[in-house]
């Protein structure tokens, strides 16, 4: 779960980006800058970020706020889950990602699917739409939405790629260690009861 002062942070940083947005006065735009910069330095006190990759995370945010969107493909294959191992952290994560720009969200986890794991895919239906705070992920600077949609197998072989050095189907209880920051275990054990139970209706928040 997010920490009370990262939730401040993340809200500071809201305001400030939505001020910048819309003021017209000078001196209001200089206020909300200063706001900014307390954001970005409760940040670099309690995480492991320096200043300057905060500073540039904010600085890249413009107009009003949202949440990012994060969305990773469920594919089933007897029984088993498919998983990628990312790179960066050698562990292991759904296939996925951010949302892009012009693709819908059934295209965005067909598209990262091919990408990550060599498999092509057709999204089938929509299985849970969750609050990143509301689950065990490490704090992050963004708040974020997680679309999880459930996928069939339709082709291609098993091939990692760009952010990915393995691909593997896993089992319910023989799974590898998992990134975090990516997909938490009781996310993959929600997962399996929707492959147990596919009467089971969507998940919000």
């Avoid at 909300?32 to 995370?57: F, P």
């Avoid at 969200?105 to 609050?131: C, M, N, Y």
């Avoid at 992050?140 to 939405?145: A, D, L």
């Avoid at 082709?155 to 920051?181: D, K, M, W, Y």
């Amino acid at each position: 779960m997010s920490t009370k002062w990262l939730e401040w942070a993340k809200q500071i940083q809201a305001l400030a980006q939505a001020g910048l947005t819309y003021t017209k006065d000078p001196y209001d735009k200089e206020r909300y800058r200063e706001l900014r910069a307390i954001s970005a330095e409760i940040m670099a006190q309690y995480t492991k970020l320096d200043m300057e990759t905060i500073e540039d995370l904010f600085a890249n945010e413009t107009g009003y706020p949202t949440p990012k969107v994060d969305v990773r493909a469920v594919v089933f294959k007897q029984g088993k889950i498919l998983l990628v191992q990312e790179k960066d952290d050698q562990r292991w994560a759904l296939p996925g990602g951010w949302a892009d720009i012009g693709l819908t969200p059934s295209e965005v986890v067909v598209k990262e699917v091919k990408e990550e794991s060599g498999f092509e895919v057709k999204a089938t239906r929509l299985l849970a739409v969750l609050d990143k705070k509301c689950h065990p992920h490490p704090p992050s600077p963004y708040h974020v939405y997680k679309i999880f949609i459930q996928c069939k197998l339709v082709g291609g072989v098993a091939e990692s790629g760009l952010e990915t050095q393995n691909v593997r189907f896993c089992g319910e209880h023989e799974l590898p260690p998992l990134s975090i920051e990516r997909n938490t275990p009781s996310q993959l054990q929600l997962l399996f009861e929707y492959y147990k139970n596919p009467g089971k209706p969507p998940l919000v928040d």
